[in-house]
């Protein structure tokens, strides 16, 4: 890439995050996303820092401003009012001052203000707000080990696919044949008024996914008890992964601040997750798969979820065997990497999370095969990924075999990925715990 057309990427990435800013956090996209979303705006922080480290804070500090009493930080944030989305507050009823919704999403947090703070201009004159934030999410890691992994497994479950951030994940179809669809209130989506609904969700699905929140609502929201009485509780790989990372460098940065507890205690959530997460290997597949915790079986999904893992300090034999099963992937798509195997027939190229790619993971994943030494698949990644922005525009996600923008556009997390993808990210050797 020329230097040229470098400046010009950059430049465009910025301007959809300054577009999509309302001042102190940041939508996903107009129309179909019109509020705060949880891991959304995490990794949006990370390109805001590319040009304005204070709002890349305020970003987070917003967010977690609206963590529950019970450590939950929740998935969305409602700020204002907006028709255009469902469900809406009215829906959720989580009765916060502030309208949120009442589940969560994959706690990114702790590696973004790791990354964000070591490349902090000023890190006295921050240290202060940031050490303030680390209290925050740390008590959020405590909530997800507790709340979501009751019995103390090392693994934490999603109790609703929205939690996963993959919504309609293949990986979700068995688990949530127990989910009943009926008796919910008649409703009407939104997100199809946006975007193609053949890159959406089906009804069914909506159905489930609302079922499992009405659920919720009648147990008032009360996670004590949710875990226990969702018929949907799966061990995502994915999702233990990022927890895993943001616990090991949550307690690198609260090393550096000062929080020895807290660093403590990260350390052995870190140390716990990774031993556990060996329980999801699957040698058939050459990777993880989630783990059905109701019926206690992996679920015989080969998804980008199983991939994900490798963002955290999983064994050297494990993030070898994910690499060379990405290069594997990557002969089957002309773009990588694909959210679910095309070699799997249930694959479908354009819908969400069932085999498009998303630049957010193949930003994950390529830091982890970095961090792992694997620099020639992390540069397969990140060449796939500029090409995409370069061939569809800075879209939500991308049909891997065509390279076909789906789903929104001036899409905000892609933004700030493409921002740090034109900055080389920083390959750093993940210590094991
Ligand atoms: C949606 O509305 O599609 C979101 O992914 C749920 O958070």
């Known amino acids: 890439m020329t230097p040229n057309e470098h400046a010009r990427l950059a430049g465009q990435a910025s301007q959809i995050l300054r577009e999509n800013d309302r001042g102190a956090y940041t939508v996903p996209t107009k129309g179909l996303y019109p509020f705060q979303w949880n891991w959304d705006s995490c990794l949006t922080a990370l390109g805001f820092a590319a040009f304005d480290e204070d709002r890349a804070w305020r970003e987070m500090e917003t967010l977690f401003a609206h963590q529950w009493p019970d450590g939950m930080v929740p998935h969305i944030v409602f700020h204002q009012e907006d028709e255009g989305y469902f469900p809406g507050p009215d829906v959720w009823r989580t009765g916060r001052p502030v309208p949120t919704s009442g589940i969560t999403q994959p706690a990114v947090a702790g590696f973004t203000a790791r990354r964000i703070y070591e490349r902090s201009k000023d890190k006295a004159a921050n240290a202060a707000r940031v050490r303030a934030l680390v209290e925050k999410i740390d008590r959020w890691h405590a909530f997800l080990c507790s709340a979501r992994d009751p019995r103390g497994e090392g693994l934490v479950a999603i109790i609703h696919p929205w939690e996963s951030g993959r919504d309609n994940a293949i990986d979700w179809d068995e688990p949530f044949q127990r989910v009943p669809g009926e008796g919910i209130a008649p409703y009407r989506r939104r997100d199809v008024d946006h975007a193609d609904p053949a890159h959406r969700p089906t009804k069914e699905q909506y159905d489930r996914y609302l079922w499992l929140l009405e659920h919720f609502r009648r147990h008032d929201w009360n996670n004590g008890v949710l875990h226990d009485l969702s018929p949907f509780r799966v061990v995502d790989p994915g999702f233990n992964a990022i927890l895993i990372r943001s616990c090991t460098d949550l307690a690198a940065l609260a090393d550096e601040l000062g929080a020895a507890d807290i660093a403590r205690a990260n350390r052995a959530r870190a140390e716990k997750g990774l031993a556990a997460l060996e329980?999801?290997?699957?040698?058939?597949?050459?990777?993880?798969?989630?783990?059905?915790?109701?019926?206690?079986?992996?679920?015989?999904?080969?998804?980008?979820?199983?991939?994900?893992?490798?963002?955290?300090?999983?064994?050297?034999?494990?993030?070898?065997?994910?690499?060379?099963?990405?290069?594997?992937?990557?002969?089957?798509?002309?773009?990588?990497?694909?959210?679910?195997?095309?070699?799997?027939?249930?694959?479908?190229?354009?819908?969400?999370?069932?085999?498009?790619?998303?630049?957010?993971?193949?930003?994950?994943?390529?830091?982890?095969?970095?961090?792992?030494?694997?620099?020639?698949?992390?540069?397969?990644?990140?060449?796939?990924?500029?090409?995409?922005?370069?061939?569809?525009?800075?879209?939500?996600?991308?049909?891997?075999?065509?390279?076909?923008?789906?789903?929104?556009?001036?899409?905000?997390?892609?933004?700030?990925?493409?921002?740090?993808?034109?900055?080389?990210?920083?390959?750093?050797?993940?210590?094991?715990?």
Request: proline share 5%.
């Open 279 to 433: 329980r999801l290997w699957s040698e058939r597949h050459g990777q993880y798969l989630c783990l059905d915790r109701t019926t206690d079986g992996l679920i015989d999904s080969p998804s980008v979820g199983g991939l994900i893992a490798v963002f955290a300090a999983i064994p050297e034999a494990r993030a070898g065997a994910i690499g060379a099963r990405i290069m594997e992937i990557a002969k089957r798509c002309r773009y990588v990497v694909p959210s679910h195997d095309p070699a799997d027939s249930r694959f479908d190229a354009k819908r969400y999370w069932r085999g498009p790619a998303w630049l957010i993971v193949n930003y994950l994943v390529s830091d982890g095969l970095a961090a792992a030494g694997m620099d020639a698949v992390a540069e397969t990644i990140r060449a796939s990924s500029l090409q995409l922005i370069e061939k569809g525009g800075f879209a939500e996600y991308y049909d891997p075999l065509t390279g076909e923008p789906c789903g929104g556009g001036q899409f905000t997390w892609t933004a700030a990925m493409v921002l740090e993808f034109l900055r080389g990210g920083e390959a750093r050797a993940l210590a094991p715990v």
